[in-house]
């Protein structure tokens, strides 16, 4: 079956301006997850989507970021007024609660 | 301060030997290791898998090992294959609160497989 899907795969945009990164996750997961790995860096979690509760948003590392989850489904993880130090590559994961979490290709932002 | 710390950002294996990968934690709240494998311009693919009360756990080629009274794991690949060359990177899994099971991973080690 398909896999967790984002897009753009690649986005370049200048800095100040805000963006809107989508994922697709797999068809059935109850769970969504952001993450973000900067050069050099490891994952970073970002933003977790359950179902219908409350998102963890623990991870969000300013009031720039957020992100929805519409109708359990797809997500939109939007940075509001970009800055250099956003540019990243950013991915989404998916899985059934306390299963493993499948990945998507991921974004790569940069913000010039 | 890095929770997941994988200290080696790169290893070199001849094809047919042994490539061992290691990670260290300081979460003692951690119960749940796994390793994921990278490949360029891909998202990261689940390899293997250990939860905190088993020392060992073994899938073909894949083998983890967990210390937890020294808060280390390591990921085994035997025999190493020009196919393994990727970024591995090392993830704990805990509990967070409203059924969140977030990850936190460390930096990656880049495994290259000589042939």
């Known amino acids: 079956g398909a896999g967790v899907s984002q897009s753009p795969s690649n986005k370049v945009t200048e800095k100040g301006k805000d963006v809107e990164l989508r994922c697709d996750p797999i068809?059935?997961?109850?769970?969504l997850y952001w993450y973000r790995q900067s050069l050099g860096q490891g994952l970073e979690f970002l933003i977790y989507?359950?179902?219908?509760?409350?998102?963890?948003k623990s991870g969000l590392p300013s009031d720039r970021f957020s992100a929805e989850r519409t109708g359990g489904s797809v997500s939109t993880l939007t940075i509001q007024r970009t800055q250099q130090e956003d540019s990243a590559v950013y991915l989404c994961?998916?899985?059934?609660?306390?299963?493993?979490?499948?990945f998507g290709p991921g974004t790569r932002l940069t913000v010039l | 301060d890095q929770q997941v710390k994988q200290n080696s950002p790169s290893l070199s294996v001849q094809e047919g030997r042994i490539s061992i990968l290691n990670c260290d934690y300081t979460?003692?709240?951690?119960?749940?290791f796994l390793w994921y494998k990278k490949y360029p311009a891909e998202g990261p693919t689940f390899l293997i898998s250990?939860?905190?009360?088993?020392d060992k756990n073994e899938d073909g080629r894949f083998t983890v090992f967990l210390n937890k009274s020294a808060k280390h794991l390591s990921l085994h690949i035997v025999p190493s294959q020009p196919g393994d060359s990727a970024v591995y990177f090392c993830?704990?899994?805990?509990?967070?609160?409203?059924?969140?099971?977030?990850?936190?991973f460390g930096k990656g080690t880049k495994l290259s497989v000589i042939p």
């Open positions: 250990i939860s905190s009360i088993k």
């Open positions: 068809s059935g997961h109850t769970a």
């Open positions: 979460n003692s709240m951690f119960d749940y």
């Open positions: 993830a704990a899994s805990s509990y967070s609160g409203a059924g969140s099971y977030q990850l936190t």
């Open positions: 989507f359950q179902g219908n509760s409350a998102p963890d």
């Open positions: 994961a998916s899985n059934r609660l306390m299963d493993t979490q499948y």
